[in-house]
């Protein structure tokens, strides 16, 4: 399983941002994850690869959305209302099985939200 993240930038508080994960194999959860300087990672959002179910933190519920795009082996995440403290690196991650843990990465993306 590979996965490429992509999409992230520098943005103005308020202003919206998608977040793109490109997936290659096969896969059971698709999550996005971010982590701060300073902070630990924190999850944020999954989706289940077979029947597109989505469970988000209570972090960002509300504000961000996963989806899938079944023709592209994409998985987005559409991120609204973004505020200063939503700056960080963030990484999709995928799980290939129901039981297993998020064992493949992708190598990040950077987003910066100025105030």
């Known amino acids: 399983v590979q996965l490429q993240a992509s999409g992230g930038g520098l943005v103005q508080a308020g202003d919206s941002l998608r977040l793109s994960c490109a997936v290659s194999?096969?896969?059971?959860?698709v999550g996005w994850f971010r982590q701060a300087p300073g902070k630990e990672r924190e999850f944020l959002a999954r989706?289940?690869?077979?029947?597109?179910?989505?469970y988000y933190s209570n972090s960002v519920e509300g504000r961000f959305t996963i989806s899938r795009d079944n023709t592209k082996n994409l998985v987005y995440l559409q991120m609204n209302s973004l505020k200063v403290e939503d700056t960080a690196l963030y990484y999709c991650?995928?799980?290939?099985?129901?039981?297993?843990?998020?064992?493949?990465w992708g190598q990040g993306t950077q987003v910066t939200v100025s105030s």
């Open positions: 989706i289940i690869w077979s029947d597109f179910t989505t």
């Open positions: 194999g096969r896969t059971y959860v």
């Open positions: 991650a995928a799980r290939t099985h129901m039981s297993s843990s998020y064992a493949y």
